[in-house]
């Protein structure tokens, strides 16, 4: 903690709207404002739940497709919550935080994507348990 | 923008001197250098923003660690060993209702940072009580579904695809159980202490966890629940 107690927040109508923003954190704002916010969240948050497990539910749908539009669904609804509950915006005080979601969302999709592909492989070119305990009689 | 008489090649200069890489969407006064803000010409960002974004790292670190658990579940998730598949420990409804109090208490806890921010501890005591509420509720049905499950046989130790199952949907519900936690601390501090800096920071960032554990419910249920339970 700093030594000297200030509350920087006193001084917030001289500061710069361009100040960087954490994540979450939106200030300048009444709380009307988050109010508002928070429930457009919810509602399409709310849609977005009640469409997947819809879609999963369903027989409308072609098999294979499910999937696609679970998967479709959960990150749209994962950039609302960021959007509308994490505040991420696009504006220049925003430009760390994205920089940031950025490079986290390359790295989950290295995991991710790696993995899987490797093991898809490695699991075609294993050969199957039975013929491999013949070979050893 | 501006309404100085300057012609334009001064107002232009004037704006590049300001706003070198062209960051703001206008002209900006010269900001004054502010003591103990870190707020002025060069100083660096207020400590609100720094150990939000900190946090946010923090966060983005523990999405990679949830990567990996997402990872193992869909290279194992085939390996039943003659065990009970995905699609047979899926209760849709209780899931459902698990999403509910889920995204429910992430909008209580958005609220509850609303009334934060306004500086009225009764209603972010309220909200955050909600959100305590609303979290235990989803503790206690992953709890009542793991024990369900045990009880048929389907422990983590039946096969491969069920460690992956437990070890993901397990780490989300103890960061709930662990968030649940610091809700409580948070509660505890803010009667005591009252709307003090380091509080208001502490609330930034438990705010960001519960945002962030709702996310990664989202993908959860998503892949888990509703593709496993899919024929």
Sequence with gaps: ?137 | MSDTPFPASTEALRRLREDPHRLGHGGHPVRRAQPGTGQGDTGPASKRVIVGYGFWIFLLSDFVLFACFFATYAVLHGATAGGPTAAQIVDPTRVAIETTALLLSSFTCGLSFAATNAKNKLWTQVFLAMTGALGLVFVLLELQEFIGLAQQGATPQRSAFLSAFYALVGCHGLHVTVGGLWLATMMAQLQVKGFRREIMHRLVCFNLFWHALDIIWVALFSVVYLMGAAP
């Design chain 1, 1 to 137: 903690m700093s030594h000297v107690e200030f509350d920087p927040r006193q001084y917030e109508h001289e500061l710069d709207r361009r100040e960087d923003h954490a994540p979450g954190d939106e200030p300048q704002e009444s709380a009307g404002h988050w109010v508002r916010n928070y429930v457009i969240g919810l509602g399409f948050a709310a849609i977005l739940t009640i469409a997947s497990f819809w879609a999963a539910a369903t027989h409308l749908i072609w098999g294979p497709a499910v999937p696609v539009a679970i998967g479709v669904l959960a990150i749209g609804q994962m950039g609302v919550h960021l959007v509308f509950f994490l505040h991420i915006t696009t504006g220049p005080d925003n430009t760390n935080n994205i920089l940031a979601l950025a490079f986290g969302t390359l790295v989950v999709f290295l995991i991710l994507g790696g993995s899987i592909w490797i093991m898809t492989h490695l699991n075609h070119n294993m050969m199957p348990a039975e013929q491999l305990m013949q070979m050893r009689q």
